[in-house]
Each structure stands twice: as structure tokens, then as C-alpha cells.
């Protein structure tokens, strides 16, 4: 079975930084998500990750707070910009994997913002 | 969009008895319905997933059923574990795997 490989696994950061996370898969992939898992909450998709373009925001998210690139088909990157107390989350990658039509995560980036 | 509630949100068994966890989902149209277990400091794993061409789907202890009519789906765990507690989260799309709706989760211990 694919592997998506997530880096930081956690990190503490301060008010006012930013942070990316890279998420890299093993295997072909159709498509390329980031989740949010906030505290003790269920998960919530920040965006679709567009190979060479501009990711699709969810309602409620934006390009400039969490910008995301995907250079190739199975690499991925979130920033979190200028991060906030509420920030501190559980960042997750996940993937289509290329013939099985189901979606895989990674382990997830704790992170947390002082 | 797709509004999925998920019950219980807690559920404590004795290992041994059968677990049941429902999800009710709000848009008829959608039509897969993956469910995911989460352990401590990892990310979701699915564990079964139908589709709305059957009603019922099982994979050893684990079954899924589907009513289409009252759009609600559950996961039935039987002769539980302690390696079965974790977070279950139940999840619906109208596209496929693509762009998934999740519930709130349910968090199982088995009692040993």
C-alpha cells in the first residue's frame, strides 16, 4: 500500500512565524489534499492541491494564510503564514492513489503556535 | 454542502461485545461512504468503505450498511479488541473518494 511521508511530525512554533510542511508519496498519485484536525475535532479540508497551479481553497481558507505548491505529482507543500495561537493544529496530507479510488493519509504535522 | 453527524461520540465495551457506530449524511446524491480508524499520534486509516450500489459490506469483524432511503450508514464491529480502540471517523462524498465530508468521530475503548 502507498506511503505518504510528512515532515515536521510536530513542531512548536512562535506567533507571527511560519511554517511549512512537506508531504511526499511513494506511489502514483491522481490527487492531493491538506486536511485540518483541530484538537479533539474531526477533519476539515483546507484545499486540493493542483499540480503546477494554483490549489482550490475551501470556504473559509485562503491562499495567503496557507499557501500551497505541488511541483510534481507526488509532492506537496502547506505553509501556514503568520501563525496565531489558533493555528495549532493537526496538519494532514492525503492522496488519491493512481487505480484505487480511495483516499490515504499521512501521519499528520502536529503543530503547535506559543 | 454534504452535513454528516456522526453518534456516539464516546463508547466504552467490553472486549468481546460488538460495537455500533451511525452516521446520518443530509445529500441524497452522495454516493460513497468510506469509514476511518485513528490511533493516538497517527493519521486516519481506512478500515471499510461502501458504495451506494449495495447496501451491506463486511470484511471480517467489521461490517458496513447502508440505507439510502433514510440516509444513514453504520460500522458494526463484532467480538471487539483492545486494539480496536481508537477514533472512528465516518465520512461522504458525492464524488468518490474525492472531496470527503467527515463526522465528528467516535472515540471506542474496549475494555479488556
Known amino acids: 500500500s502507498a506511503v505518504i511521508s510528512q515532515k515536521p511530525s510536530r513542531d512548536i512554533c512562535q506567533r507571527g512565524t511560519s511554517l511549512t510542511i512537506q508531504c511526499q508519496v511513494d506511489?502514483?498519485?491522481?490527487?492531493m489534499f491538506w486536511y485540518r484536525q483541530q484538537p479533539g475535532q474531526s477533519l476539515t479540508l483546507i484545499a486540493t492541491?493542483?499540480?503546477?497551479?494554483?490549489?482550490?481553497?475551501e470556504s473559509g481558507f485562503v491562499i495567503d494564510k496557507f499557501p500551497i505548491s505541488r511541483p510534481n505529482l507526488t509532492f506537496s507543500t502547506l505553509t501556514v503564514s503568520n501563525m496565531s495561537p489558533e493555528d495549532s493544529s493537526i496538519y494532514l496530507c492525503?492522496?488519491?492513489?493512481?487505480?484505487?479510488?480511495?483516499?490515504?493519509f499521512g501521519a499528520g504535522s502536529r503543530l503547535t503556535v506559543l | 454542502g454534504e452535513n454528516v453527524e456522526q453518534h456516539p461520540s464516546t463508547l466504552s465495551v467490553q472486549e468481546g461485545d460488538s460495537a455500533v457506530i451511525k452516521c446520518t449524511y443530509s445529500?441524497?446524491?452522495?454516493?460513497?461512504f468510506p469509514w476511518y480508524k485513528q490511533e493516538l499520534g497517527k493519521g486516519p486509516q481506512l478500515i471499510i468503505d461502501?458504495?451506494?450500489?449495495?447496501g451491506e459490506k463486511k470484511d471480517q469483524r467489521i461490517a458496513v450498511t447502508l440505507n439510502k432511503t433514510a440516509k444513514h450508514f453504520s460500522l458494526h464491529i463484532t467480538e471487539t479488541q483492545p486494539e480496536d480502540s481508537a477514533v472512528y471517523f465516518c465520512?461522504?462524498?458525492?464524488?468518490?473518494?474525492?472531496?470527503?465530508?467527515f463526522g465528528t468521530g467516535t472515540r471506542l475503548t474496549v475494555i479488556p
Open positions: 492525503s492522496a488519491l492513489i493512481s487505480g484505487a479510488n480511495v483516499l490515504t
Open positions: 506511489s502514483q498519485v491522481t490527487m
Open positions: 492541491a493542483n499540480q503546477g497551479s494554483e490549489a482550490t481553497y
Open positions: 445529500d441524497s446524491a452522495s454516493n460513497y
Open positions: 461502501i458504495r451506494s450500489n449495495v
Open positions: 465520512a461522504a462524498s458525492i464524488a468518490g473518494a474525492n472531496n470527503l465530508f
